[in-house]
């Protein structure tokens, strides 16, 4: 793919809306635009086939609940699930992360236990295993990367050991971009983790599903958390991949409509996987438009997408190398920033750095990035970050470059 003539751009009106005309949108890492088909996915859905599924005995529900099942094994075959019934829909990551720290984490972690998380991670998981660990007495442990993101192998084998119950990490940092050694550290967790049983292994899939292909049986992967907004999905919908054998033990993490297969007054038996940890209506329209998401990424092809990626990164890294003052977060190999380029300025706040290119028409993000710990460990309160993503072109990754180069004469400063 040559994104300099951009393909796919096409396919995203939103692109051509006269508002956004000269819009260039550089926060994918947050949230990727959608393209037609996906948009047309889930309004055919609605206008065709809407019914709640999975309880109607008529012909229109039964094919509501053909097409979310259908989905559920788009979605399973495109990160190589072995089996669709492992993959929970959910509303994104962090409710994935959530219902495995409150199912199996809360249920399977003791006092003197020891969970490991990264000094990368994002709230999203962090939170669900403080919480884990504040209950049962258990300790939080981190492993730390070096100043250009890299997680060595002593430090994760010097961190993960016996005591172990529980590896939690990200495959790719919504921060520095880079790709963590995730299948190793999973191997060696699986080897030396709780007691030699094996830690299970939690893998934040949040921004690496959109740019590589995932294997979750190759990665190593116990469990494995998706968000379908971040992958050109709607809003709203995600999915938990995990491991059949700890799924089928896990406890329901909410319960009622749906996920059960007998109630009585006193009690009540669970329905099979996946079923029982979807309580409630599910959201089968937009699992359509997920299933549509990945069927089109796959036609895309992600290994065009990781080539436009990096080579947008390293239009973006070599023009802020000429730049006097600006600071790019992480490896200086853009091959290894999966289209993220976080960065700051000298003298200029991030949050000034993200309004003034507003006023330019450059979409960038700007804050803590959901990972104050790391802002923490490398001393900045917050940073700018630019994240591309294969509907954007070389052109406006060098525009983006040309407006950074002029921020700080805007706002005055001399040199
Ligand atoms: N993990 C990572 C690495 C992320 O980048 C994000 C989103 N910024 C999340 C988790 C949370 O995703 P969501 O808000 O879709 O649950």
């Known amino acids: 793919m040559n994104s300099a003539a ?8 939103i692109f ?6 000269d819009l260039v949108y550089l926060d994918s890492a947050a949230t990727t635009q959608r393209p037609d088909c996906v948009i047309e996915a889930v309004s055919d859905f609605y206008r065709t086939s809407n019914a709640n599924p999975l309880r109607g005995l008529y012909s229109l529900s039964i094919k509501a609940t053909d097409l979310y099942e259908n ?3 788009t979605v399973a075959d495109f990160i190589n699930a072995p089996d669709s019934s492992c993959l929970i829909f959910t509303r994104n990551t962090t409710e994935s992360l959530n219902l495995v720290a409150y199912s199996y984490g809360m249920n399977s ?24 660990c504040r209950a049962k007495k258990a300790k939080l442990v981190w492993l ?19 005591r172990t119950k529980i590896v939690a990490i990200a495959q790719v940092s919504n921060v520095f971009g880079i790709t963590n050694p995730v299948s190793d550290i999973a191997a060696f967790a699986h080897r030396v983790g709780d007691n030699g ?18 294997d979750v049986q190759q990665l190593g992967a116990d469990f494995f958390a998706m968000s379908g907004h971040k992958l050109c999905a709607p809003m709203g919908i995600g999915a938990l991949y995990g491991r059949k054998d700890l799924l089928d033990a896990m406890p329901p993490f909410l319960s009622g409509g749906e996920m059960i297969e007998y109630v009585t007054r006193e009690s009540a038996t669970y329905a099979e ?43 973006i890294m070599d023009g802020f190398s000429n730049i006097p003052h600006v600071h790019v977060i992480g490896n200086s190999d853009s091959a290894k920033h999966c289209g993220i380029v976080t960065f700051t300025i000298d003298g200029v706040h991030p949050h000034d750095i ?3 290119l507003d006023t330019e028409h450059v979409a960038i993000r700007a804050g803590h990035h959901c990972a104050q710990p790391l802002m923490q460990k490398l001393g900045v309160g917050s940073t700018a970050r630019a994240s591309a993503y294969f509907y954007n072109t070389q052109d406006e990754a060098v525009r983006f470059v040309e407006k950074v180069s002029k921020i700080r004469g805007w706002m005055g400063f001399k040199d």
């Open 6 to 13: 951009n393909e796919f751009r096409k396919d995203f009106k």
């Open 16 to 21: 051509s809306a006269p508002e956004n005309k």
């Open 71 to 73: 989905s559920r094994k």
């Open 109 to 132: 972690v003791n006092e003197g236990d020891e969970i490991v998380v990264s000094c990368m991670e994002h709230h999203s998981n962090i939170l669900p295993w403080q919480m884990v």
């Open 144 to 162: 730390e990367s070096s100043d250009d993101g890299v997680i060595s192998k002593e430090e994760y084998e010097g961190k993960i050991n016996s």
């Open 197 to 214: 049983k094996g830690a299970v292994v939690v893998v934040d899939g949040a921004q690496s599903s959109p740019h590589m292909k995932i």
């Open 273 to 315: 996987l996946p079923h029982k940890f979807e309580a409630g209506t599910v959201n089968a329209g937009d699992a359509v438009g997920f299933a549509r998401a990945v069927k089109y990424l796959d036609e895309v092809g992600l290994e065009n997408i990781e080539r436009n990626d990096n080579n947008l990164a390293k239009i």
């Open 354 to 356: 993200a309004s003034i």
